[in-house]
């Protein structure tokens, strides 16, 4: 047993003696790295004796190179050439030496012997080989062995994903694009790591030669395959990424009616123009879906998702029309009396209820509309749990402050784990914050600054700010002002939040919160319609204040208000281009240089 022991503790020594980098390598990259080229040589000679290693050989070669000292260079390879005659990377290694020592002739001629030397059926050898052309950045070869690869391979391995990253390598785009194709028409399980590329490589880079490349590539491919699926669907995907809403939805119904799809796909694309507020083409998604019957396994979720659609899109435009509204909740009913009042109608009863509490003052005929829906015990759980999410919300819109605690931290302890207990968690803590316990909110958000929702995450952060920012030297008296603006203006009492916000300014002059009372306003100013004041607001803000975390926000909104409000197209396209300048780690980016290139009149589609 004492000996098992003691055998034991020296291999643990022992491998911990080998996991640590001993003096001789952490000096040999101190002088590598210090430019001490001549020493760090001496030393790694020394460490690739000890332990021929990839890295070490590298080194000492890389040393050799910034010496000039080809010839130690030239002979260290061809020795290793003896010792391995079958790799041919070490004739790139060699072929390197004599272009820098300009001996491009020689150079060449070593390059295409390595070429010349791959076997048939020796895929590894294949890829080492192109791997070792593209370490010194020779693209060409690299291509050429990859080419000649294909060919030896048979159609066993076509290196597509290989030659694509050539081609990336060499900026040919066109190439490129095809390789990644073909390698989909190869394998279509090689569709999700090609987007994921392609999302990293074209980025929100809308309208650029590199997206327009692929715009066409993709196009070329569905329409001479037809029958292939996976390029439509993939063509689907990247005008999603380009925002193309409109063209994604056409070729998705083409893809629907070719496959006889039952419309998942429709039903997904309409969810994705939902949460990009693109509600006209999710209407269109959903439409699409309805029109194929009730036999359709969608349509109770299309019918329902498109009355909770049309309540967004009228109700997001800060104009419209207490008839608009009537007509809603006519359509509201008409709905739910062709589908009945029951657990698979639970989205729309919630969306009802929302409906009467926020937009018809009603909130008494809300909560009863929620508690029937609670009543379905045998409804889906996350359906139940935001009928409680929706009935906190209505309590706190007429004033009851106690009950939704309860029915957020139901939520939140059923929901532990997911995002609709993350979302009940940070509507707990902005109820905190509405009844001035800011020590406890800003507790409860600093937790969901980790939410696995980056939107939780985000409004968590925000508030979480506000709070810290404004309660510096304890005194909490604006911030409980603030706070209780805010709920005014939750609660649709507008006018009081005004005067409220107004009192702050003039009791505190110059306080924290002076940019937060002003976007506050603007946001009130907006809902009422006032639009002069809301502009006047953001334009105050970017003044005073456009080095602060609200100035994306105000540069951006102020944008959207002149060319939607003011019908000011020129000032609006100078502030998208201000946030693209002034803040490119905004949120907003992205979509303000959408809509920038668009006045300004590229072409994005």
């Known amino acids: 047993m004492l000996v098992r022991i003691q055998v034991l503790i020296l291999c643990l020594v022992c491998a911990a003696a080998i996991a640590q980098p001993n003096s001789d390598e952490l000096l040999a990259k101190q002088f590598y790295d210090n430019g001490e080229f001549d020493k760090a040589a001496l030393l790694y000679e020394k460490l690739y004796n000890t332990v021929p290693s990839q890295e070490y050989y590298g080194y000492y070669i890389e040393c050799l190179v910034a010496l000039n000292d080809y010839k130690e260079a030239e002979r260290f390879i061809k020795k290793q050439q003896k010792k391995n005659p079958q790799q041919t990377s070490l004739l790139v290694d060699l072929g390197y030496i004599y272009k820098k020592e300009g001996n491009i002739n020689k150079s060449n001629k070593i390059f295409n012997e390595a070429l010349s030397k791959l076997t048939q059926g020796n895929q590894a050898e294949i890829i080492q080989l192109s791997q070792a052309f593209l370490k010194y950045k020779e693209v060409d070869f690299a291509i050429k062995s990859l080419q000649a690869g294909r060919k030896l391979m048979q159609g066993l391995y076509p290196f597509n994903m290989e030659l694509a990253e050539a081609y990336k390598a060499k900026a040919d785009y066109a190439n490129m694009y095809k ?9 279509p399980v090689y569709a999700a790591q090609i987007q994921s590329i392609l999302q990293s490589f074209i980025g929100d880079d809308f309208g650029s030669n590199k997206a327009n490349e692929l715009r066409i590539q993709l196009l070329k491919q569905v329409q001479q395959h037809p029958d292939k699926i996976v390029f439509s669907d993939f063509l689907v995907w990247f005008l999603i990424q380009q925002r193309d809403f409109e063209s994604a939805f056409i070729q998705a119904k083409a893809v629907d009616k070719r496959t006889n799809n039952n419309g998942g796909k429709i039903i997904n694309l309409a969810l994705i123009c939902n949460s990009n507020q693109e509600y006209d083409v999710a209407i269109k998604c959903l439409e699409y879906e309805i029109q194929k019957g009730k036999k359709n396994p969608y349509y109770t979720y299309a019918r329902t998702e498109l009355v909770n659609t049309l309540q967004k899109k009228i109700t997001s435009s800060f ?49 009863e509309l929620l508690e029937t829906a609670l009543s379905y015990a045998n409804a889906d759980p996350t359906l139940l749990a935001e009928c409680k999410l929706e009935l906190g919300d209505i309590y706190i819109f007429t004033g009851e402050m106690w009950e939704p605690a309860l029915l957020y931290g139901q939520v939140e302890k059923s929901f532990k784990y997911d995002a609709i207990g993350q979302e009940a968690k940070f509507r707990n803590a902005r109820l905190s914050f509405y009844k001035g316990e800011f020590e406890w909110a800003q507790a409860q958000l600093d937790v969901l600054k980790g939410a696995t929702s980056k939107l939780i995450a985000n409004d968590a952060l925000e508030l979480s700010l506000l709070i810290s920012d404004n309660s510096v030297d304890s005194n909490y008296v604006p911030l409980t002002m603030y706070s209780r603006a805010d709920l005014l203006y939750y609660q649709n009492k507008d006018s009081l939040a005004l005067m409220v916000l107004d009192s702050i300014q003039k009791e505190f002059p110059g306080h924290a919160l002076s940019d937060d009372i002003l976007f506050k306003q603007y946001k009130i100013f907006l809902k009422l319609g006032n639009f002069a004041k809301a502009v006047s607001n953001l334009e105050n803000l970017i003044l005073n204040y456009g080095d602060d975390i609200l100035g994306d926000d105000a540069t951006f909104k102020l944008a959207e208000l002149y060319e939607i409000q003011m019908n000011n197209p020129e000032q609006a396209k100078k502030l998208y281009q201000d946030v693209l300048l002034n803040y490119p780690g905004s949120l907003f980016t992205v979509e303000a240089r959408k809509r920038y290139r668009k006045m300004r009149g590229d072409s994005i589609n």
Do not use: C, P, V, W
Request: hydrophobic share 45%; net charge negative; aromatic share 12%.
């Open 179 to 187: 390789e990644y194709l073909d390698a989909i028409d190869y394998n």
């Open 319 to 367: 104009n419209f029309t207490k008839q608009q509204i009537i007509e809603l909740e006519g359509i509201y009913n008409n709905a739910l009396t062709d589908m009945g009042y029951n657990a698979q109608s639970i989205s729309l009863i919630r969306g009802l209820a929302h409906l009467k509490a926020f937009y018809m003052d009603d909130a008494a005929k809300a909560i």
